[in-house]
């Protein structure tokens, strides 16, 4: 078995690593970065769902009572080059950090993984119902799914940003 602590930063083999892991389980949500249609950069926290591939990721696309679909499927059509990081609040913080390109899929109903990610966010019950209210005709969602080519991970320990080879 790898090292994980001697792995490269950008190296896929770092999302096998404890604290990699750890945060893909954990409930904190994802930033998602990306680059608007006016050319600006945007980030937005987002309930996510690891599949153990990809990171997903999922937004409205029409829904009763909705006037217009999340503005980030425009610009993630435009250009789905995203950065993700997962961190902790405590300290020193430890983060997860992938890039790459998402693909989107729009799907009738609640996408698979945003009601798994629903139940990790909110417990069972909780999200039984939250999602109940979704259960209608009319509802689409897109999913919206990264699969990293680029991943990295510091703890502030032993692994620092100054050690981010490859990170511009």
């Known amino acids: 078995m790898t090292d994980k602590s001697k792995l490269a930063q950008g190296d896929l083999q770092l999302l096998e690593s404890e604290q990699a892991q750890r945060l893909l389980a954990s409930t904190i949500p994802a930033r998602l970065a990306y680059i608007a249609p006016d050319g600006a950069p945007r980030v937005l926290p987002t309930w996510f769902h690891w599949t153990g591939e990809d990171l997903v990721t999922a937004t409205f696309v029409a829904a009763p009572h ?6 980030r499927l425009k610009a993630l059509r435009a250009n789905p080059s995203v950065a993700v990081t997962i961190d902790t609040e405590s300290f020193p913080p430890h983060v997860l950090l992938m890039r790459g390109k998402v693909s989107i899929t729009e799907m009738p109903g609640v996408v698979p993984e945003y009601a798994l990610a629903a139940q990790r966010y909110l417990g069972q019950e909780e999200a039984a119902g939250y999602l109940a209210q979704f259960d209608e005709t009319g509802t689409t969602m897109a999913r919206i799914a990264l699969r990293p080519a680029w991943v990295g991970v510091i703890d502030f ?12």
């Open 157 to 168: 320990e032993t692994r620092l940003p100054s050690n981010m080879a490859g990170a511009s």
């Open 66 to 71: 909705m006037h217009r679909p999340a503005a």
